[in-house]
């Protein structure tokens, strides 16, 4: 899958679980917390509803890396998506 | 039952019935009773492992595994003091609160041991059975609070005499270990009322634990329990729920007991082991004071603490701060302001402290983190508050927005997810002050 359409349906998994962020332009250098305003709740439920839809399963470590919508592209295309 | 040590409560239950379940989890892929005289077993065990490290202090990166409930159950066995420290935690934040707490020995993630680079050894202050809990939201000085076995335990006992779960209860743990509130009401609870504790399989199970396990109680911060309620995650069993460690909207609570689950709001301190009072009616505001506990509102409306068997020890190396929690005559200043009714029950009706609690139950210390910012925007008059549950930054100047933010980057990458600043304002004016020069944070 290349880069730019992992990146769309990541959008729109965000928009589905988020829908606040319906009107928000969301970019790879969205900070999640801060740009998206996801609380930690919602950030658990996107990142479990990313790798249901990509069936791949990022180590629990990983998780406080993810800061910016790029690091949940990379770590999804490390983990096989 | 009031127990003084983990080690005497697990054996009280194992000695009534040896096959009575304690704890049921998953390990690699299957779901695994253990009993009352297993668990029991397990930690005799491995203190035997442990005396050699008597009287020093153990880090435990704590996971909410079982193997992470034995290691801090079977260290405080074995003579040691334990810091229960998170291990969801952002690196930076570990390594300071494993600086902090004079620990040679870490218990956790191997690889995750290796990547904090975790060597040295030194001597800790901390005696046997001291338990220390960092108090959240402290990032940058690490502040450990010195309780103990025994003061957990009446923390326990506490809630369970107001709130009496039965053996044949199911209690969800859900919360993290490493915050009082999670280890007392989510774990201890539980084994002291000779109950069976499930333990969450890690975050990633928040969507499907409840269905899995089946509990019959559970115990939530705010914005976890919004999160089930919202993704109606809420299974049938369930008929108690034991909600705190942050301010709850009341439309929440109601929404829970529209599906006929009692609902009890909880208020604690890290620095009182947990519990100090508990809804038990239907207004889930006044809440009963724990049979441990006194309590007692200063003139200027703060409430003040005085239960000697589960106040803190103090701050761990910190007399200074130790002594300014308590007023002359003994008693612990919550920095809560609140009044007693003429049944003595307790309504929180606001914050005298200043710092910012959150729906996840952890807190940021205004003063430490406003500091750390200025430091980064010289010559700017700035202030932090609350909108909408997530922090705001206020600065006041001749400020641009994005060179705010830009500057700020620094402070955000070590905050935990619920603390980082999710907005900024811009004021022409000054900030507005209180005439002793305190922000007026309700205005910004």
């Not at chain 2, 435990?60 to 034995?70: K, T, Y």
């Not at chain 2, 509990?215 to 939530?220: D, E, F, Q, Y």
């Amino acid at each position: 899958m290349s880069r730019e359409e992992l990146r769309e349906r990541t959008i729109k998994i965000i928009r589905d679980c988020v829908p606040e962020l319906a009107d928000t332009e969301i970019t790879e250098a969205s900070v999640v917390n801060t740009d998206m305003g996801m609380d930690s709740m919602n950030f658990i439920l996107v990142i479990c509803k990313l790798e249901a839809e990509f069936g791949v399963k990022i180590p629990n470590k990983l998780w406080k890396k993810l800061s910016s919508l790029g690091d949940v592209l990379d770590a999804l295309q490390k983990y096989g998506a | 039952m009031r127990f003084q040590t983990f080690f005497g409560m697990l054996g009280h239950w194992a000695a009534i019935d040896s096959d009575a379940p304690a704890l049921i989890y998953e390990k690699d892929g299957e779901k695994r009773t253990e009993s009352y005289a297993q668990l029991l077993a397990a930690v005799r065990d491995r203190a035997e492992t442990l005396k050699v490290c008597a009287g020093r202090c153990e880090a435990i990166l704590a996971d909410g595994s079982r193997d992470c409930i034995v290691e801090v159950f079977a260290a405080l066995k074995a003579g040691l003091s334990v810091a229960l420290l998170d291990a969801a935690a952002p690196d930076e934040t570990l390594r300071e609160q494993l600086k902090a707490c004079d620990t040679g020995l870490v218990w956790g993630d191997e690889d995750l041991c290796e990547e904090l680079g975790f060597t040295a050894l030194a001597q800790t202050d901390a005696k046997p059975g001291d338990v220390l809990f960092f108090t959240s939201g402290t990032t940058h000085r690490a502040k450990a609070v010195v309780l103990t076995e025994e003061s957990l335990c009446s923390s326990a006992y506490n809630g369970g005499a107001l709130l009496p779960l039965q053996p044949s209860d199911l209690l969800m743990c859900m919360l993290p270990l490493s915050h009082v509130f999670g280890f007392v009401c989510g774990l201890l609870w539980g084994l002291s009322c000779g109950a069976c504790v499930a333990l969450c399989r890690g975050v990633r199970h928040y969507l499907d634990d409840l269905a899995t396990f089946r509990p019959t109680a559970l115990s939530a911060v705010p914005l976890l329990l919004g999160f089930l309620v919202q993704h109606e995650l809420l299974n049938p069993e369930l008929k108690l729920v034991l909600v705190g460690a942050g301010d709850c909207p009341r439309p929440l609570l109601q929404r829970v007991k529209d599906r006929n689950i009692r609902v009890s709001f909880g208020y604690g301190l890290t620095e009182t082991s947990s519990g100090l009072a508990l809804s038990l009616g239907t207004d889930p505001m006044s809440m009963t004071v724990c049979p441990d506990d006194r309590i007692r509102i200063a003139e200027d409306g703060e409430i003040l603490v005085d239960a000697p068997t589960c106040v803190m020890k103090g701050y761990y190396k910190d007399p200074e701060a130790t002594k300014e929690a308590f007023t002359e005559d003994g008693w612990l200043r919550t920095g809560d302001l609140g009044r007693l009714d003429e049944e003595g029950k307790l309504t929180i009706t606001g914050r005298k402290k200043d710092m910012l609690v959150f729906e996840d139950g952890t807190k940021l210390f205004l003063p430490e983190a406003e500091a750390e910012l200025a430091a980064l925007l010289p010559g700017l008059e700035l202030a932090l508050y609350q909108k909408d549950g997530k922090v705001w930054l206020a600065v006041a100047g001749d400020a641009d927005e994005k060179d705010v933010k830009r500057k700020i980057v620094p402070w955000q990458d070590r905050q935990d997810r619920s603390h980082k600043i999710a907005g900024i304002t811009l004021r022409e004016d000054p900030l507005p002050r209180t005439a002793t020069g305190k922000v007026r944070r309700w205005e910004l």
